[in-house]
């Protein structure tokens, strides 16, 4: 269910120029998609100063950062970017959110999915993420409804057999609350937390931008989200 982030850097990789003579950005691109952050970040910044317009540079920077591990310089990067960005703002919530749920702020994280997912209803790894922020805010109802709408999104994900084995178990451990079954809650709260404990560390395994996410901004596909 919970996953590293998976930066598709082979997407873009093949129709980059070489670096003679390219630009800043296009260097910085280069490296970025080569996964090579501290050789990408100098790159990246001098192209941010010739050209703070340009919004993949934040989105770009905004990870290179968090790779790098200052958290709080990727949030700044990416607020940045939410002032002079129209086509990436999603993305960009999107990834402040990770920042804080790689943090540990998980209502800040909340919102920031919540941002995302209220300008892109079909951001399905916005949804999962939630959910992921809403189990560890014990926000369960919240996290069945994100989940319940991941699989929706994407119902072929190879994660959707734990998935699911969460939502029946967050389902049920509800049903024995009502009851006030304490037994049973705390029976569901064990077999739930084997599950859980078999997924790598949700802090880390948060879903990030991808270099594909941001190409399909250009060819979008519309998913209607079922009742």
Same mark, same amino acid.
């Given at each position: 269910?919970?996953?590293?982030?998976?930066?598709?850097?082979?997407?873009?990789?093949?129709?980059?120029?070489?670096?003679?003579?390219?630009?800043?950005?296009?260097?910085?691109?280069?490296?970025?998609?080569?996964?090579?952050?501290?050789?990408?970040?100098? *790159?990246?910044?001098?192209? =941010? $100063?010739?050209?703070?317009?340009?919004?993949?540079?934040?989105? /770009?920077? #905004?990870? %290179?950062?968090?790779?790098?591990?200052?958290?709080?310089?990727?949030?700044?990067?990416?607020?940045?970017?939410?002032?002079?960005?129209?086509?990436?703002?999603?993305?960009?919530?999107?990834?402040?959110?990770?920042?804080?749920?790689?943090?540990?702020?998980?209502?800040?994280?909340?919102?920031?999915?919540?941002?995302?997912?209220?300008?892109?209803?079909? *951001?399905?790894?916005?949804? =999962? $993420?939630?959910?992921?922020?809403?189990?560890?805010?014990?926000? /369960?109802? #919240?996290? %069945?409804?994100?989940?319940?709408?991941?699989?929706?999104?994407?119902?072929?994900?190879?994660?959707?057999?734990?998935?699911?084995?969460?939502?029946?178990?967050?389902?049920?451990?509800?049903?024995?609350?009502?009851?006030?079954?304490?037994?049973?809650?705390?029976?569901?709260?064990?077999?739930?937390?084997?599950?859980?404990?078999?997924?790598?560390?949700?802090?880390?395994?948060?879903?990030?931008?991808?270099?594909?996410?941001?190409?399909?901004?250009?060819?979008?596909?519309?998913?209607?989200?079922?009742?």
């Amino acid at each position: 269910m919970l996953r590293r982030a998976a930066i598709v850097f082979a997407v873009l990789a093949a129709g980059l120029p070489a670096f003679g003579g390219s630009t800043f950005f296009q260097r910085g691109e280069a490296l970025f998609v080569q996964n090579q952050p501290r050789d990408a970040e100098p *790159l990246l910044e001098s192209a =941010l $100063n010739d050209d703070p317009s340009n919004e993949k540079i934040y989105l /770009y920077l #905004g990870i %290179v950062y968090q790779q790098l591990g200052d958290l709080d310089k990727a949030v700044d990067i990416l607020k940045r970017g939410l002032n002079v960005s129209t086509s990436y703002k999603d993305l960009m919530y999107y990834n402040i959110g990770n920042d804080m749920f790689a943090g540990k702020k998980f209502a800040l994280a909340e919102q920031m999915y919540s941002e995302a997912l209220g300008i892109n209803k079909n *951001l399905a790894d916005g949804y =999962l $993420n939630r959910a992921n922020a809403r189990l560890q805010l014990q926000s /369960y109802d #919240g996290a %069945v409804e994100d989940y319940t709408v991941f699989l929706q999104l994407q119902p072929q994900d190879p994660q959707r057999p734990r998935i699911e084995e969460v939502i029946r178990l967050l389902r049920q451990m509800k049903d024995a609350k009502l009851k006030q079954q304490e037994e049973e809650i705390a029976r569901q709260k064990a077999l739930m937390n084997d599950v859980l404990s078999s997924l790598n560390n949700a802090g880390d395994d948060t879903k990030n931008l991808s270099v594909e996410s941001i190409k399909a901004k250009n060819d979008p596909v519309n998913v209607d989200i079922k009742d």
